[in-house]
T-cell receptor
Framework: RKEVEQDPGPFNVPEGATVAFNCTYS??????FFWYRQDCRKEPKLLMS???SGNEDGRFTAQLNRASQYISLLIRDSKLSDSATYLC??????????FGTGTKLQVIP | DADVTQTPRNRITKTGKRIMLECSQT?????MYWYRQDPGLGLRLIYY???????NKGEISDGYSVSRQAQAKFSLSLESAIPNQTALYFC???????????FGEGSRLTVL
């Protein structure tokens, strides 16, 4: 089993839609997770941190489910500019950072 | 100016050549990393360093070597480049105990 698994997509959604991605992780001892956004041929950039209580930032909500070992990212009112690849990251207690392969989102006009 | 700077940004080379990718950072972070990214495989860790005297292999270190010349500088070398090392390479830094990575803009390497 991969340490961090994501559905590669692509998720094609219309503008204004709500879309959710899940990411599963295998290390039950991991304490914190992140969502990064990566535009085509660009470097990944931090979108949100995900802690036990979850996190919300505007249209974006990240949740952690320890019992089932997954994290989720919800995007409300999708914009064209949200089109990107979203990377799930297990920080592994800060000793080893593991990336998922990413989920591609395409928001359609 | 970027906090994490990679040079060169693009490089085309031939099989067997020695290549060095350089990374410098102004964030004052102790931890530095080299990743490669291939389509469908995501980011894979090559080497990482938690301070100047610390070097650790990542999951795909074969064929690569690194040097941590100073806190701010971490270079990646391919001693004898081969075509399957064609990829997008990223340098990243992080502060201790935060887990958040800051990436350079990437170095696109093509080995013919």
């Amino acid at each position: 089993r991969k340490e961090v698994e994501q559905d590669p997509g692509p998720f094609n959604v219309p503008e204004g839609a709500t879309v959710a991605f899940n990411c599963t992780y295998s290390n039950s001892a991991s304490q914190s997770f992140f969502w990064y956004r990566q535009d085509c041929r660009k470097e990944p950039k931090l979108l949100m941190s995900v802690y036990s209580s979850g996190n919300e930032d505007g249209r974006f909500t990240a949740q952690l489910n320890r019992a089932s070992q997954y994290i989720s990212l919800l995007i409300r009112d999708s914009k064209l500019s949200d089109s990107a690849t979203y990377l799930c990251v297990d920080s592994g207690g800060y000793q080893k950072v593991t990336f998922g392969t990413g989920t591609k989102l395409q928001v359609i006009p | 100016d970027a906090d994490v700077t990679q040079t060169p940004r693009n490089r085309i080379t031939k099989t067997g050549k020695r290549i060095m990718l350089e990374c410098s950072q102004t964030k004052g972070h102790d931890r530095m990393y080299w990743y490669r990214q291939d389509p469908g495989l995501g980011l894979r860790l090559i080497y990482y360093s938690f301070d100047v005297k610390d070097i650790n292999k990542g999951e795909i270190s074969d064929g690569y070597s690194v040097s941590r010349q100073a806190q701010a500088k971490f270079s990646l070398s391919l001693e004898s480049a081969i075509p399957n090392q064609t990829a997008l390479y990223f340098c990243a830094t992080s502060a201790q105990y935060t887990g958040e990575l800051f990436f350079g803009e990437g170095s696109r390497l093509t080995v013919l």
